[in-house]
């Protein structure tokens, strides 16, 4: 028990001095492991057939885009919309869910898509194919995450707890993003 205390203040210490550098580590971390999960749970994928470059390529959008954007959106409803107070909540998650989940499931099917070394007609077909479906889903599951997070978590934790349950998000993204879709029309 002491142990565990003495990493969280360790992270905690490390989060205070270095909050985007760690929170792209954890995004990054986070997103590599969904895309795992994809390959060997849903994809059924063995772990020797694992494509750890597909992985490292997934984990690459949550270190350089993910964390340092969830980082810098939730400093920037804290500092404009306020910090506590149900009515402030929900305004956070209004808005976060109209303006930035929208522009942010956008920039990270192209992002992939960029990865996977598709051309920009191919990437634009997939956005047309699967963003609809991606962004519902995300209503299914994230207002009622950021609901939580915005009224019980510290602004320093929500990323954190965001990207805990954004390992299941990634899995569903890692397999929306590279399963193989009819584009012909």
Known sequence: MMRGRGIFKLYQNTLNRRPYLIQAIQAGTLMGAGDLISQTLIEKQSMRSVDLVRSLKFSSIGFFVGGPALRMWYGVLNKHIGS????????????????????????????????????????????????????????YIWPWVQIVNFYYVPLQYQVLVVQTVALFWNTYLAWKTNRKINLEN
Do not use: H, M
């Not at 990270?108 to 519902?136: C, P």
């Open 84 to 139: 506590s107070g149900k009515t402030v909540v929900l305004k956070k998650v209004f808005v976060d869910q109209v303006i930035f989940a929208p522009a942010f499931l956008c920039t990270l099917l192209v992002a992939v898509g960029g990865l996977q070394g598709k051309d920009w007609a191919t990437i634009k077909r997939e956005l047309k194919a699967n963003y609809f479906d991606v962004l519902v889903t995300n209503y």
